[in-house]
């Protein structure tokens, strides 16, 4: 639900500010004359002329991450207008506030879940930066309209209120801030610099933001970029202010670096450093990166902590190399021990192959007060060899920053880099000048503009982080008396090393009953990747409907947190989520399934469709049945336990039977010169050798039978009805011999009068819908009915025929189904899908447009 209500607000938005870009061009524009100089970066004039009728996203609440294949989450905000910068709150790290033009403002207050409450300004301009002191308190600094310096609010409460706005400094382009996060002398100082008609202005507060005053201007200073940051001065915490100011031309810059050790009363000049070059290609005199405007800021941050390198001054910055126009940029790091007075020789932060062919620019960086790592992050273009689109990386160093770890992919979904349809104005296009990054002792916090839906989406992600699933996204239960168990997995990281821990919550509570969640082994998981069992049980006659339970795992300072869900179906029937099973994927038992083995040999394992010869045999290969894929459940002889096979694999607990259920699986066995059988049993109770006391079925291979077709087995289960039950499949070698047969196993399922897993009737019919939304970029859905069980295949056509796509093909019970089709790979056309289930086949059109 709300995934497609967020495709719905993109696109009004294009459609609408689209609109209104026709109009106001037709109309003319009164353009700000700094548009076309290159020494200033405000927004175009043309921009802020629309930016009353700009459909802001109206949602006051956000918290549904975009999530990738693997398992990583980005965190989409809404539609603003770039040029975001982040704050967290020092001392609670799930505390954070996000801020991008022109005023448009992000809180959470869990690290997960997004809301917006914009402050009242006088007038604002955009160019929007933030700060966090010591005490907690939040800084939100943003230039005036018409631009003659800044205002800003306070808020004690992460931005749920907001004071009334002061005057902070003096100037008319490009601001910055920065707060004294320390317990120094002091402590909640706030600093703040500001492009002022060929110099620098610097003012201050020294009473946690209750009146700014302005102290004294620096220069040199002709270009946008001045920065500010807080560091130690001797044992000083937060005894060094340091500020830098941008000079020379666009395309050789000249930074010059000032210090202050009295807490912001007076700045001295340390030295002037001629660091970067062109960063791309000079268009109308300005840097650009695929049209893309863009300008070597010179980034800085300094090292609060205790650490080895302690009071270490960082510059970051973009820089072409080999240096010259045209040429593509790095990102570069520089450091000072010495407060500025010297650098040290550049240290390339990016560490692709070959990096004179890719463009990395538009770095943010901080240094964490607490363990000194200095965070980067950055624009990329290394996945895609035409340049043209790029994604978010990251890295940090934790040696002062003489070199970085493996860079990071940080966003999810490539972004074409010049947006013609975001809504920027100029050439090269203005589409935002910065973006931002914080951390806390374990983990920063990114936020970024993004133009993957051809917009100016916001977006925050976490670095480090860890990847999370659940191993099934449902699971249908009895109001009493079930069990069942999934897996929270995390099935990789990003250069996370701490613990994971998950708690839950269900919605809604239950009328009657319980619906008990337990750990049976802790809520921790202590070394990740890896997967965390949740056992789900039932009692005292829950009434049937549909819960959702919610699973948060987060960070041990609750950070990174994510959260899955999983709807739990009470009373749904038969038709398990956990079937029909064909051991497809490399997890094995899979999700719920389990092993027995009183042989004390391996049991049985996963092959793969092919392999040969069979395993511990010299001969043979391994087959599927009809209908089946790529692998089967497979067992064989005892290499090294008792002289007895006695090989077991059990279903999941089954819940809700029937009287009209059956279970269906195929089987078939290699030949095997001794005496040997397969027993099928059943547990009512649990999934012991002891509790599997229901003998469904006994299957006897006679010694020299080959017997290696195929056979599909059926087994009635209504005298089970109502009850929940686990099925296993027993191997047994009967001969008194380490030896035995080859038993493959395949396409078990439960059949019936089902409902499926969201509690609707089985379809009569077999249907294929038509796909929505349709025209579509690039996600669509595809829903489809099968009103018998049976092999069913979805594929994806271009218009000359060539398939492009295979979007299921597998054997499915009866129900409705739905898939996701993503054509972010495929160019703007007609395109066609087709169904096939047994006798019914069906075609259907569908419309990309990109």
């Known amino acids: 639900m709300k995934k497609s209500k967020h495709n719905f607000k993109v696109m009004h938005f294009v459609f609408v500010f689209a609109l209104v870009s026709v109009i106001s061009f037709s109309i003319g524009f009164n353009n700000n004359p700094w548009d076309a100089d290159p020494n200033f970066d405000g927004i175009p004039q043309e921009v802020l002329d629309n930016l009353n009728q700009h459909p802001q996203t109206p949602d006051n609440f956000m918290s549904d991450p975009v999530t990738d294949a693997d398992g990583y989450d980005n965190f989409y905000l809404g539609v603003d207008f770039a040029e975001g910068h982040i704050s967290m709150n020092p001392n609670n790290p799930q505390q954070m506030f996000v801020a991008y033009n022109i005023n448009n403002t992000w809180y959470t207050n869990n690290g997960h879940d997004w ?25 939100y600094d943003n230039m005036k309209s018409p631009i003659s310096g800044t205002w800003v609010v306070k808020s004690t409460n ?20 920065a707060a004294d996060q320390t317990n120094g002398s002091y402590q909640n100082y706030v600093y703040g610099v500001m492009t002022n008609s060929g110099t620098a202005s610097f003012s201050r507060s020294t009473n946690q933001g209750a009146s700014f005053s302005f102290v004294q201007s620096m220069s040199p200073h002709s270009l946008p970029g001045a920065m500010v940051a807080v560091g130690p001065y001797g044992s000083t915490n937060g005894g060094a202010v340091y500020a830098v100011t941008n ?12 210090r202050s050790t009295n807490g912001g009363a007076s700045l001295t000049s340390m030295s002037s450093q001629n660091f970067s070059n062109y960063v791309g290609t000079n268009v109308n005199g300005r840097n650009s990166v695929q049209n893309m405007r863009t300008r070597p800021y010179p980034f800085i941050a300094a090292d609060n902590s205790s650490g080895t390198y302690r009071g270490r001054l960082y510059i970051v910055y973009a820089s072409n190399q080999p240096a010259g126009n045209g040429n593509k940029p790095d990102i570069f790091c520089r450091y000072s021990t010495n407060g500025g007075t010297t650098f040290s020789s550049e240290v390339r932060v990016n560490d692709d192959a070959n990096s004179q062919n890719h463009n990395q620019w538009h770095p943010a960086i901080w240094c964490d007060v607490q363990t000194g790592r200095l965070y980067v992050q950055w624009m990329d273009t290394r996945d895609t060899p035409t340049s043209d689109s790029a994604l978010i990386y990251a890295s940090y160093s934790d040696d002062g920053g003489q070199t970085f770890v493996t860079n990071q992919k940080i966003s999810n979904k490539k972004m074409r880099i010049n947006c013609s349809s975001c809504g920027g104005g100029g050439t090269p296009r203005y589409q935002g000048d910065y973006n931002g990054i914080v951390s806390n002792s374990k983990v920063s916090a990114l936020t970024w503009a993004d133009f993957r839906n051809n917009n100016f989406a916001s977006y925050v992600a976490y670095f480090p982080d860890y990847a999370m699933k659940l191993s099934t996204a449902s699971i249908t239960i009895p109001g009493s008396g079930g069990n069942q168990t999934v897996q929270m997995q995390v099935p990789s990281v990003k ?30 998981l202590s070394s990740p990747p890896g997967n965390l069992p949740i056992q789900i049980t039932t009692s005292g006659g829950v009434p049937n409907g549909n819960y959702t339970l919610t699973v948060t795992s987060q960070g041990p300072n609750g950070t990174p947190v994510h959260k899955r869900e999983l709807t739990i179906n009470v009373g749904g029937g038969g038709g398990s989520s956990a079937f029909p099973e064909s051991f497809e994927s490399v997890t094995f038992p899979p999700p719920g399934w389990g092993k027995l083995n009183p042989d004390g040999g391996p049991g049985w394992n ?3 469709v092919g392999t040969s010869p069979l395993p511990g045999w010299t001969g043979g290969v391994i087959t599927a049945p009809p209908g089946g894929e790529n692998a089967v459940a497979f067992c064989t002889w005892n290499t090294g336990g008792s002289s007895d096979n006695d090989q077991w694999i059990y279903t999941p607990q089954i819940s809700g039977i029937t009287s009209s259920d059956s279970l269906t699986f195929w089987m078939k066995r290699t030949y095997s010169a001794y005496l040997d059988e397969v027993q099928v049993r059943l547990s009512t109770t649990t999934p012991t050798v002891g509790g599997f006391s229901n003998l469904l079925l006994t299957k006897t291979y006679q010694a020299g039978n080959d017997d290696s077709n195929w056979t ?37 399922n439960i059949t019936g009068t089902v409902l499926n897993v969201s509690g609707e009737e089985i379809p009569l019919t077999y249907s294929l819908s038509q796909n929505f939304p349709n025209p579509f970029n690039p996600m669509t859905t595809i829903k489809y009915s099968v009103a018998s069980e049976t092999l069913v295949t979805l594929k994806i056509f271009d218009i000359t025929g060539r398939e492009v796509a295979t979007l299921v093909n597998s054997p499915k019970m009866p129900g409705n189904y739905e898939v996701n089709f993503n054509a972010s790979n495929l160019s703007s056309g007609v395109y066609f899908y087709k169904l096939e289930a047994g006798d019914f086949i069906d075609t259907k059109r569908m419309l990309l447009v990109k």
Request: no cysteine.
């Open 115 to 139: 809301y917006r409450n914009n402050p009242s300004f006088p007038s604002s301009s955009g160019d929007p930066v933030t700060a966090y002191d010591g005490a907690g308190n939040l800084y």
């Open 158 to 177: 992460n931005s749920t209120t907001w004071s009334s706005a002061l005057t902070f400094n003096t100037g008319n382009d490009k601001n910055w801030i």
């Open 247 to 258: 000079s020379g031309s666009a395309f050789s810059s000249t930074y010059t670096f000032f």
């Open 495 to 524: 250069l996370y090393s701490d613990n994971v821990q998950v708690s839950h919550s269900i919605s809604p509570t239950p009328g009657a009953g319980n619906i008990n969640i337990g750990y049976p082994s802790g809520q921790t």
């Open 606 to 608: 996963r092959q793969t």
């Open 712 to 748: 599909r087995y059926s087994i009635p289960l209504g005298a089970y009805a109502g009850q929940s039950v686990y099925i296993a499949w027993r191997e047994k070698v009967t001969d008194n011999f380490t030896n035995g047969a080859a038993i493959s196993l395949d396409l078990v």
